[in-house]
């Protein structure tokens, strides 16, 4: 069977429109990886203080780790200011057996919205957005970028359902749409609707109004409860 005809010079098309997209990825994530330093040495002082209360206030590590999926589904460790009691896992489980109505919520948002498992310290750090601060390493290291879509857990993968190839064939971002398109108040299949929607239609400006609406809400203390 003869292969189709194509116009001449399509091969040599693609393989330019290919090597421009690379271009602008490995600009983009150089763009984020500088960006990401500087404001890890401008919030050293307060990366320092938050750490300092962390260890003062209660027991266990400063810093929560946890397996993300990145990229394409490639897995990843998330940092993150540790925001709950060291036993927050044995919590939930306790929490969601005795309480039909905190079930219900955690299974439609996958998050309590006074969630007892959270430190006095926790609190602060989670209405202001501070917690997040740690990932700036991740996108120093490549895992994540700036903005971008949630970082999901692997066990979130089976409920993003038709969404799941479109949103993990970004990088995720430490802030990102769902972020400032009320985030406390969105279930779960909202949530991954619109960081579809987002993917599919990014532009370098929405970005940029995703960070100044991020900013915005940082100052405001309008962060995650």
Partial sequence: MSRPLRPTGW?????????????????????????????LLMAAPVLFLIAILIKLTSRGPIFYKQERLGLHG???????????????DQRLEHILMQDAELKKEYDIFHKLRNDPRVTPV????????????PQLLNVVTGDINL???????????PKMSDHKDTILS??????????????NDLPFDRR???????????????DLVILAKTVRTVVMGNGAQ
């Fill in 74 to 88: 490639n897995s990843f460790t998330l940092y993150k200011f540790r925001s709950m009691y060291v036993d927050a």
């Fill in 147 to 157: 903005v971008g879509p949630r970082a999901y857990l692997p066990s979130e993968s």
């Fill in 122 to 133: 926790g609190r602060l750090l989670r209405r202001t957005s501070l917690d997040e601060l």
């Fill in 11 to 39: 091969q040599k098309s693609v393989r330019s429109r290919t090597s421009v997209d690379k271009s602008r990825r490995q600009h983009s994530s150089a763009m984020n990886v500088v960006a990401a330093s500087l404001l």
């Fill in 192 to 206: 991954v609707r619109i960081e579809s929607h987002y993917v599919r239609n990014r532009t370098r400006k929405m």
């Fill in 170 to 183: 970004r990088k995720p971002g430490i802030t990102g749409l769902w972020q400032v398109s009320g985030r």
